[in-house]
């Protein structure tokens, strides 16, 4: 996930630069706004998951611990 995406924005941004037609340029715009956001959410979801994790390895010790 993270290195195809700033792969793939990269690609976009060449489009930019190479293609003068205005649709083409909208798209790479549009692509890159998109997968930016795509990247950011994917990010900041792998830290909760992995903060999730450490709460429920937490409550089965507390649980263990309890027996």
């Known amino acids: 996930m993270f290195k195809v995406i700033p792969i793939l924005i ?6 930019i ?3 003068q ?3 083409w340029r909208a798209i790479s715009i ?3 706004a998109m997968l930016t956001v795509i990247i950011l ?7 909760r998951i992995e903060a ?3 709460a429920l390895k937490l409550v089965d ?5 309890k027996k």
């Open 10 to 15: 990269i690609i976009a941004a060449l489009l």
């Open 21 to 23: 037609t205005p649709t």
């Open 52 to 54: 999730y994790h450490t």
């Open 41 to 47: 959410v994917d990010g900041t979801a792998y830290s």
């Open 30 to 32: 549009t692509t890159i």
């Open 61 to 65: 010790l507390k649980n263990y611990i």
């Open 17 to 19: 630069l190479f293609i």
